[in-house]
């Protein structure tokens, strides 16, 4: 996606700068379903692109839809125009589907199933964290150390990394990932987790 | 009396001597004419030749200069592109061969190269943006968007003039882009279909008001209900306008705004 390589690579902890919200946020038909399918198409690629943003931008993870359609991100006060709850699952429905299936490339994935009331929004997915996971490690020279999660998501040498406040669930799942491809080791107990890279 | 009246056989020779006379002079005058006129066009291509060496580069980067000699050109009667389509058809000489190009010869081909290149940008542009904009752009955004590039530092700094130009350098392709005029604005038209006249009135409505309902086309417009929902109708089946249904009334919008879009 273009939006990943646009913002930067470093978050600086505790800022709280505006969001910059795309022109396409003050396009009032932005906020309707448009019934011609290749605008459709279109307006779901700006969606997904803009939620990415918005939620890279606020480090959050898991989308409650519920709190999003009253939040600035899918209601627009100054035009008054919202995304209904529907539209919003229909969104984050398109961007869990893979783009071979036509949808937005596996960028959302519900974490209630049917319910369809929390997503992961996968601004990175975890085949990405894992990547820069590990380039952490190489660059600061930790292969074969033993690090408990904690560390990594909280601790004061990953500061400066994207993945610093991470939720821990998607940690574990990056984790995972680095795990079959023999990268790291994780062991230990829920909560107390610790893990070793090779 | 008998000369002028021709009368007598002796008029017959005399009539065929006087053409004939007529004729020469006439070949002639033609011919010092032509070998003026070849001097003249020698002494300005070759004037033209040192110019556009001299001032290549500029010619290249700067866009109101290159307009500029452009227009020059055109108002002279040498079209560059005329030129590149020369080539086309004399393609079958081999490149190598020398090239019956004007402008090959005098920039190197990089004239032609730069509107080749514009033209590729534009039809990139053209194909990315379809499905949001139904394949109507308009040339001022383009221009703009060519001018940002993609990637940092791919930027083209470039006039309408040279995108209309590039734009009519792929007319011999066939590829159906045009340039279409509504109310004030130029738009290329990437997909080949023509606009009716309603159609165009209201992309005209729209232009100048943001946007439309159907209502207001009836106002406005004096146009029956059936009438202005068709035309919306059809805008909207199209691509060429968004809807937004959280109005009082159903408002149509053109997506002509959106391409400023940084995502």
């Known amino acids: 996606m273009a939006s990943a390589s646009q913002l930067p690579t470093i978050p600086v902890p505790g800022t709280t700068t505006p969001f910059q919200f795309p022109p396409t946020y003050s396009f009032p038909p932005f906020f309707t379903p448009q019934p011609n399918s290749s605008t459709r198409l279109s307006q779901l690629q700006k969606w997904s692109s803009l ?47 893979g783009e071979e299936e036509g949808g937005g490339g596996k960028r959302s994935e519900w974490i209630d199933g049917g319910n369809k009331t929390m997503a992961w929004i996968w601004w990175r997915r ?23 999660v904690y560390e990594l998501v909280e601790g004061e040498g990953t500061m400066s990394q994207e993945f610093h406040g991470m939720d821990s669930d998607i940690m574990l799942k990056s984790l995972t990932i680095l795990v079959k491809r023999g990268k790291a080791q994780v062991f230990g107990s829920e909560g107390q987790e ?3 890279f090779f | 009396m008998s000369t002028r009246r021709g009368v007598g056989l002796g008029a017959f020779a005399n009539r065929n001597q006087a053409t004939q006379s007529y004729a020469s002079h006439g070949a ?15 002494v300005f291509q070759s004037l033209l030749h040192t110019f556009a060496l001299e001032h290549s580069s500029t010619i ?11 227009r020059m050109c055109n108002a002279i009667g040498v079209d560059p592109l005329a030129a590149s389509n020369i080539k086309g058809k004399n393609g079958r000489r081999g490149l190598g061969e020398g090239g019956g190009n004007f402008w090959t ?10 509107y080749f290149e514009v033209a590729v940008r534009v039809v990139e542009l053209c194909r990315e ?28 700094e470039v006039t309408e003039d040279d995108i209309l130009r590039a734009v009519k350098s792929l007319e011999p392709l066939g590829s159906g882009f045009s340039i279409v005029r509504v109310g004030q604005k130029q738009y290329i038209r990437s997909i080949p279909k023509e606009l009716n006249t309603d159609q165009a009135t209201v992309l005209e409505v729209i232009q100048i008001l943001g946007y439309v309902s159907v209502s207001m086309l009836q106002l406005n417009l004096n146009w029956e209900k059936a009438r202005s929902q068709t035309v919306i109708d059809d805008l909207l089946a199209d691509g060429l306008v968004w809807v937004d249904a959280q109005a009082e009334e159903k408002e149509y919008w053109s997506p002509a705004n959106l391409l400023d879009d940084s995502f």
């Open chain 1, 51 to 97: 939620i990415q943003s918005w939620c890279r931008h606020h480090r959050v993870y898991r989308l409650s839809l519920i709190e999003a359609v009253e939040s600035p991100l899918f209601h627009n006060a100054a035009l008054r125009k919202r995304i209904s709850l529907s539209e919003a699952r229909a969104i984050l429905d398109w961007m869990a589907r």
């Open chain 2, 129 to 156: 943006t379809r499905s949001e904009n139904g394949g109507l752009i308009g040339v001022e955004e383009c221009r703009k968007r060519v001018g940002k590039g993609k990637a940092i530092g791919s930027g083209l």
């Open chain 1, 126 to 148: 975890p085949e990405e964290w894992a990547g820069i996971i590990m380039d952490w490690v190489e660059g600061t020279g930790q292969k074969n150390m033993v690090l408990t």
């Open chain 2, 28 to 42: 002639n005058l033609r011919s010092t004419h032509l070998s003026s006129l070849q001097t003249q066009l020698a």
């Open chain 2, 60 to 70: 290249k980067s700067n866009p109101t200069f290159r307009a500029e000699f452009a």
């Open chain 2, 105 to 114: 010869q005098i920039l190197g081909g990089d004239m032609n190269d730069f």
């Open chain 1, 194 to 196: 610790g893990v070793k």
